[in-house]
Protein backbone atom coordinates (compact mmCIF):
# COMPACT_ATOMS: atom_id res chain seq x y z
CA UNK A 1 0.00 0.00 0.00
CA UNK A 2 1.43 3.54 -1.14
CA UNK A 3 1.82 6.36 1.57
CA UNK A 4 1.36 9.09 -0.51
CA UNK A 5 4.11 11.15 0.43
CA UNK A 6 2.88 15.34 0.27
CA UNK A 7 5.73 17.51 -1.04
CA UNK A 8 4.99 20.60 -4.06
CA UNK A 9 8.23 17.89 -5.53
CA UNK A 10 6.49 14.81 -5.13
CA UNK A 11 3.44 15.89 -6.19
CA UNK A 12 4.49 17.72 -9.47
CA UNK A 13 6.20 14.79 -10.05
CA UNK A 14 3.68 12.08 -9.50
CA UNK A 15 1.32 14.75 -11.74
CA UNK A 16 4.07 15.12 -14.48
CA UNK A 17 5.01 11.18 -14.92
CA UNK A 18 0.69 11.03 -15.54
CA UNK A 19 0.81 14.09 -17.65
CA UNK A 20 -1.32 16.10 -15.77
CA UNK A 21 -1.26 19.41 -14.12
CA UNK A 22 -3.42 21.09 -11.52
CA UNK A 23 -6.37 22.18 -12.76
CA UNK A 24 -7.20 25.34 -11.29
CA UNK A 25 -10.99 25.38 -12.16
CA UNK A 26 -11.34 22.76 -9.82
CA UNK A 27 -9.48 24.50 -6.57
CA UNK A 28 -7.29 22.12 -7.12
CA UNK A 29 -4.32 23.45 -4.70
CA UNK A 30 -3.08 20.10 -2.82
CA UNK A 31 -1.79 20.45 0.58
CA UNK A 32 1.51 19.91 0.82
CA UNK A 33 2.54 19.57 4.57
CA UNK A 34 2.00 16.25 6.00
CA UNK A 35 1.42 18.25 9.57
CA UNK A 36 -1.24 20.12 8.21
CA UNK A 37 -3.04 16.79 6.46
CA UNK A 38 -2.70 15.27 10.03
CA UNK A 39 -3.96 18.40 11.59
CA UNK A 40 -7.21 17.64 9.45
CA UNK A 41 -7.66 14.06 10.53
CA UNK A 42 -6.56 14.40 14.06
CA UNK A 43 -9.36 17.53 14.62
CA UNK A 44 -12.07 15.37 13.43
CA UNK A 45 -11.11 13.22 15.98
CA UNK A 46 -12.14 10.18 14.34
CA UNK A 47 -13.01 6.13 15.26
CA UNK A 48 -13.20 2.94 13.73
CA UNK A 49 -16.92 3.70 13.56
CA UNK A 50 -17.33 6.37 11.79
CA UNK A 51 -18.47 7.08 8.08
CA UNK A 52 -16.45 9.85 6.80
CA UNK A 53 -17.30 11.65 3.37
CA UNK A 54 -14.68 13.62 1.65
CA UNK A 55 -15.13 15.68 -1.32
CA UNK A 56 -12.16 16.38 -3.23
CA UNK A 57 -9.99 12.97 -2.90
CA UNK A 58 -6.99 14.81 -5.21
CA UNK A 59 -4.32 12.21 -4.81
CA UNK A 60 -5.72 10.84 -1.99
CA UNK A 61 -3.25 12.02 0.96
CA UNK A 62 -5.69 12.83 3.48
CA UNK A 63 -8.29 9.64 1.98
CA UNK A 64 -5.41 7.21 3.47
CA UNK A 65 -5.64 9.08 6.90
CA UNK A 66 -9.29 8.77 6.98
CA UNK A 67 -8.93 5.60 5.74
CA UNK A 68 -6.69 4.38 8.79
CA UNK A 69 -8.81 5.85 11.56
CA UNK A 70 -12.74 5.83 10.56
CA UNK A 71 -14.76 3.00 9.77
CA UNK A 72 -15.70 3.11 6.52
CA UNK A 73 -14.60 6.20 3.93
CA UNK A 74 -16.55 7.58 0.75
CA UNK A 75 -14.33 10.00 -1.08
CA UNK A 76 -15.73 12.00 -4.46
CA UNK A 77 -13.29 13.37 -7.14
CA UNK A 78 -14.39 15.31 -10.06
CA UNK A 79 -11.29 15.03 -11.85
CA UNK A 80 -11.48 11.86 -14.03
CA UNK A 81 -7.52 11.99 -13.66
CA UNK A 82 -6.81 12.23 -10.63
CA UNK A 83 -9.68 9.52 -9.43
CA UNK A 84 -7.83 7.16 -11.52
CA UNK A 85 -4.03 8.11 -10.17
CA UNK A 86 -5.93 8.07 -6.43
CA UNK A 87 -7.49 4.82 -7.05
CA UNK A 88 -3.98 3.29 -7.51
CA UNK A 89 -2.58 5.48 -4.52
CA UNK A 90 -5.72 3.63 -2.39
CA UNK A 91 -5.68 0.13 -3.90
CA UNK A 92 -5.90 -2.14 -1.21
CA UNK A 93 -7.85 -0.44 0.84
CA UNK A 94 -11.18 -1.85 1.27
CA UNK A 95 -12.49 1.29 3.81
CA UNK A 96 -12.26 3.35 1.23
CA UNK A 97 -14.88 3.69 -1.95
CA UNK A 98 -13.54 6.29 -4.42
CA UNK A 99 -16.38 7.85 -6.51
CA UNK A 100 -15.85 10.06 -9.71
CA UNK A 101 -18.18 12.72 -10.22
CA UNK A 102 -19.47 15.78 -9.58
CA UNK A 103 -20.16 15.99 -5.18
CA UNK A 104 -23.06 18.59 -6.13
CA UNK A 105 -25.92 18.09 -8.81
CA UNK A 106 -26.71 22.06 -8.69
CA UNK A 107 -25.88 24.30 -6.80
CA UNK A 108 -28.55 23.99 -4.47
CA UNK A 109 -28.07 19.69 -4.03
CA UNK A 110 -26.15 16.93 -3.68
CA UNK A 111 -25.44 14.62 -6.13
CA UNK A 112 -27.95 11.95 -5.28
CA UNK A 113 -26.22 9.00 -4.23
CA UNK A 114 -23.97 10.29 -1.81
CA UNK A 115 -26.69 9.82 1.24
CA UNK A 116 -27.82 6.65 0.56
CA UNK A 117 -24.20 5.54 0.22
CA UNK A 118 -23.10 7.43 3.74
CA UNK A 119 -26.48 5.47 5.02
CA UNK A 120 -25.89 2.26 4.30
CA UNK A 121 -21.99 2.81 5.18
CA UNK A 122 -23.94 3.70 8.67
CA UNK A 123 -26.39 1.02 8.69
CA UNK A 124 -23.19 -1.37 8.21
CA UNK A 125 -21.52 0.06 11.12
CA UNK A 126 -24.70 -0.20 13.60
CA UNK A 127 -25.65 1.93 15.86
CA UNK A 128 -22.28 3.37 17.57
CA UNK A 129 -21.81 4.95 13.56
CA UNK A 130 -21.73 8.65 13.43
CA UNK A 131 -21.38 10.26 10.10
CA UNK A 132 -18.52 13.26 9.35
CA UNK A 133 -17.27 15.31 6.63
CA UNK A 134 -13.76 15.62 6.54
CA UNK A 135 -12.22 17.24 3.65
CA UNK A 136 -9.62 19.92 2.21
CA UNK A 137 -12.49 21.36 0.32
CA UNK A 138 -12.65 22.60 -3.82
CA UNK A 139 -13.08 26.62 -2.46
CA UNK A 140 -15.68 27.46 -5.43
CA UNK A 141 -18.20 24.82 -4.01
CA UNK A 142 -17.97 24.88 -0.27
CA UNK A 143 -20.56 26.83 0.80
CA UNK A 144 -23.02 24.86 -1.22
CA UNK A 145 -21.00 22.10 0.19
CA UNK A 146 -21.93 22.61 3.68
CA UNK A 147 -25.33 24.23 3.48
CA UNK A 148 -26.56 21.11 1.40
CA UNK A 149 -25.20 18.84 3.55
CA UNK A 150 -27.08 20.66 6.83
CA UNK A 151 -30.54 20.04 4.98
CA UNK A 152 -29.73 16.08 4.59
CA UNK A 153 -30.90 13.40 7.06
CA UNK A 154 -28.45 12.48 8.48
CA UNK A 155 -26.76 15.78 8.60
CA UNK A 156 -22.89 15.54 9.42
CA UNK A 157 -22.40 15.32 13.12
CA UNK A 158 -18.97 17.05 12.89
CA UNK A 159 -17.31 18.62 9.81
CA UNK A 160 -13.94 19.63 9.71
CA UNK A 161 -12.56 21.34 6.32
CA UNK A 162 -10.24 23.61 4.45
CA UNK A 163 -12.06 26.60 3.20
CA UNK A 164 -11.04 30.10 2.39
CA UNK A 165 -10.47 32.35 5.52
CA UNK A 166 -12.98 34.83 4.17
CA UNK A 167 -15.40 31.93 4.40
CA UNK A 168 -14.40 30.92 7.70
CA UNK A 169 -14.68 34.17 9.56
CA UNK A 170 -17.92 34.42 7.82
CA UNK A 171 -19.23 31.50 9.46
CA UNK A 172 -18.25 32.04 12.85
CA UNK A 173 -19.01 35.79 12.52
CA UNK A 174 -20.98 37.44 15.49
CA UNK A 175 -23.67 40.57 15.17
CA UNK A 176 -23.68 43.11 14.62
CA UNK A 177 -19.42 42.49 12.45
CA UNK A 178 -19.40 42.83 9.06
CA UNK A 179 -19.31 39.25 8.54
CA UNK A 180 -22.06 38.36 10.04
CA UNK A 181 -25.13 37.07 7.88
CA UNK A 182 -27.74 34.78 6.39
CA UNK A 183 -24.57 32.20 6.42
CA UNK A 184 -23.64 32.65 9.81
CA UNK A 185 -27.46 32.22 10.96
CA UNK A 186 -27.88 29.63 8.97
CA UNK A 187 -24.59 27.48 10.53
CA UNK A 188 -24.79 28.45 14.17
CA UNK A 189 -28.16 27.93 14.05
CA UNK A 190 -27.74 24.44 13.75
CA UNK A 191 -24.17 23.92 14.85
CA UNK A 192 -21.14 24.70 16.78
CA UNK A 193 -18.70 26.20 14.94
CA UNK A 194 -14.83 27.19 15.43
CA UNK A 195 -11.64 27.93 13.57
CA UNK A 196 -8.93 25.70 14.29
CA UNK A 197 -6.18 27.01 12.37
CA UNK A 198 -5.37 29.68 9.70
CA UNK A 199 -3.65 28.49 6.94
CA UNK A 200 -1.18 30.90 4.77
CA UNK A 201 -0.83 29.87 0.81
CA UNK A 202 2.82 28.39 1.22
CA UNK A 203 1.02 25.27 2.30
CA UNK A 204 -0.43 24.50 -0.83
CA UNK A 205 0.88 23.56 -3.98
CA UNK A 206 -0.17 25.44 -6.18
CA UNK A 207 -0.39 28.43 -4.24
CA UNK A 208 -3.69 30.12 -3.61
CA UNK A 209 -4.27 33.54 -3.83
CA UNK A 210 -5.98 34.01 -0.34
CA UNK A 211 -5.39 32.79 2.49
CA UNK A 212 -7.32 29.29 4.17
CA UNK A 213 -8.96 27.89 7.46
CA UNK A 214 -9.44 24.84 8.71
CA UNK A 215 -12.78 25.05 10.40
CA UNK A 216 -14.64 22.34 12.88
CA UNK A 217 -18.32 22.20 13.09
CA UNK A 218 -20.70 20.28 15.74
CA UNK A 219 -24.30 19.18 14.68
CA UNK A 220 -26.41 20.20 17.95
CA UNK A 221 -29.15 18.08 17.34
CA UNK A 222 -31.35 19.89 19.77
CA UNK A 223 -30.66 23.06 17.38
CA UNK A 224 -31.53 21.42 14.59
CA UNK A 225 -35.09 20.11 16.28
CA UNK A 226 -36.09 23.51 17.71
CA UNK A 227 -36.21 24.73 14.00
CA UNK A 228 -39.97 23.43 12.99
CA UNK A 229 -39.21 23.81 9.07
CA UNK A 230 -35.27 24.08 7.97
CA UNK A 231 -36.14 24.85 4.50
CA UNK A 232 -38.31 27.64 5.32
CA UNK A 233 -35.92 28.65 7.66
CA UNK A 234 -32.81 28.71 5.01
CA UNK A 235 -34.98 30.27 2.62
CA UNK A 236 -36.45 33.12 4.64
CA UNK A 237 -32.94 33.91 6.62
CA UNK A 238 -31.40 34.35 3.30
CA UNK A 239 -34.24 36.59 2.05
CA UNK A 240 -33.76 39.02 5.60
CA UNK A 241 -30.07 39.88 4.26
CA UNK A 242 -31.02 40.05 0.57
CA UNK A 243 -30.41 43.97 0.91
CA UNK A 244 -27.98 44.22 3.62
CA UNK A 245 -28.46 48.21 3.72
CA UNK A 246 -32.15 48.17 3.89
CA UNK A 247 -33.75 48.30 7.57
CA UNK A 248 -35.06 44.62 8.71
CA UNK A 249 -38.60 45.90 8.25
CA UNK A 250 -37.91 46.42 4.53
CA UNK A 251 -36.39 43.23 3.88
CA UNK A 252 -39.42 41.06 5.55
CA UNK A 253 -41.93 43.47 3.95
CA UNK A 254 -39.85 41.96 0.04
CA UNK A 255 -39.57 38.83 1.44
CA UNK A 256 -43.13 38.04 2.49
CA UNK A 257 -44.61 39.94 -0.59
CA UNK A 258 -48.18 38.12 -1.52
CA UNK A 259 -47.63 36.16 1.52
CA UNK A 260 -48.51 38.70 4.11
CA UNK A 261 -49.94 42.31 4.05
CA UNK A 262 -47.20 45.20 6.06
CA UNK A 263 -49.87 45.44 8.72
CA UNK A 264 -49.32 41.88 9.49
CA UNK A 265 -45.44 42.41 8.84
CA UNK A 266 -45.33 45.15 11.28
CA UNK A 267 -47.53 43.45 13.83
CA UNK A 268 -45.30 40.59 13.71
CA UNK A 269 -42.13 42.76 14.14
CA UNK A 270 -44.10 44.95 16.98
CA UNK A 271 -44.61 41.89 18.85
CA UNK A 272 -41.15 40.64 19.33
CA UNK A 273 -40.15 44.49 19.78
CA UNK A 274 -38.38 45.23 16.77
CA UNK A 275 -38.38 48.88 15.70
CA UNK A 276 -38.50 50.48 12.43
CA UNK A 277 -35.07 51.23 12.48
CA UNK A 278 -33.85 47.93 13.26
CA UNK A 279 -31.30 46.04 11.15
CA UNK A 280 -30.95 41.89 10.74
CA UNK A 281 -27.50 42.34 11.16
CA UNK A 282 -27.80 43.42 14.85
CA UNK A 283 -29.89 40.62 15.53
CA UNK A 284 -28.81 37.38 17.28
CA UNK A 285 -28.92 33.85 16.46
CA UNK A 286 -31.58 33.32 18.81
CA UNK A 287 -33.65 36.71 17.86
CA UNK A 288 -33.44 35.70 13.78
CA UNK A 289 -34.89 31.99 14.87
CA UNK A 290 -37.57 33.92 16.76
CA UNK A 291 -38.81 36.24 14.41
CA UNK A 292 -38.35 33.53 11.30
CA UNK A 293 -40.74 31.40 13.45
CA UNK A 294 -43.26 34.01 14.33
CA UNK A 295 -43.44 34.57 10.08
CA UNK A 296 -44.01 31.22 9.61
CA UNK A 297 -47.12 30.56 11.90
CA UNK A 298 -48.67 34.26 10.74
CA UNK A 299 -48.06 33.11 7.02
CA UNK A 300 -50.31 29.58 8.07
CA UNK A 301 -52.59 31.43 9.97
CA UNK A 302 -53.19 34.53 7.29
CA UNK A 303 -53.29 31.11 4.46
C1 LIG B 1 -8.34 21.66 -2.60
S1 LIG B 1 -8.19 20.18 -3.54
C2 LIG B 1 -7.93 18.99 -2.26
C3 LIG B 1 -7.25 17.73 -2.71
C4 LIG B 1 -6.72 16.79 -1.61
N1 LIG B 1 -7.81 16.25 -0.81
C5 LIG B 1 -5.71 17.50 -0.71
O1 LIG B 1 -6.02 17.69 0.48
O2 LIG B 1 -4.64 17.87 -1.14
C6 LIG B 1 -9.87 19.96 -4.00
C7 LIG B 1 -10.18 18.73 -4.84
O3 LIG B 1 -11.59 18.70 -5.11
C8 LIG B 1 -11.82 18.32 -6.46
N2 LIG B 1 -13.14 18.91 -6.84
C9 LIG B 1 -13.38 20.17 -7.27
N3 LIG B 1 -14.69 20.37 -7.45
C10 LIG B 1 -15.30 19.20 -7.11
C11 LIG B 1 -16.67 18.77 -7.10
N4 LIG B 1 -17.65 19.62 -7.47
N5 LIG B 1 -16.94 17.50 -6.72
C12 LIG B 1 -15.93 16.65 -6.35
N6 LIG B 1 -14.62 17.00 -6.36
C13 LIG B 1 -14.31 18.25 -6.71
C14 LIG B 1 -10.64 18.89 -7.21
O4 LIG B 1 -10.42 18.27 -8.45
C15 LIG B 1 -9.50 18.69 -6.20
O5 LIG B 1 -8.88 17.44 -6.36
Known amino acids: MNQPRQTASYLSKRLTEAGLRPV ?22 LRKTDVVLEIGTGVGSLTSRLSDAAGAVLSVEIDKNLHQLASEELAGRPNVKLLQGDALRNKNSLRADLIELITEAMQRIGSEARFLLVAN ?14 HQSPAPDVMVVTIQKELAERIVAEPGT ?6 SIWIQSLCRAEIVRILGP ?6 PKVDSAV ?6 PQRRD ?19 RKFLRSNVISAM ?3 LSKPQVDEVLQ ?8 RAEELSVQQIQQLVEALRIAEANAG
Not at 226 to 244: G, K, N, P, S
Not at 271 to 278: D, I, R
Open 24 to 45: SKYGQNFLIDLNLVDLIANSAE
Open 137 to 150: LPYNVATPIISNLL
Open 178 to 183: KDYGAL
Open 202 to 207: KVFWPR
Open 215 to 220: IRLDLE
Open 226 to 244: AIADLDYFHQTVRALFFHR
Open 257 to 259: KNR
Open 271 to 278: SLGHGETV
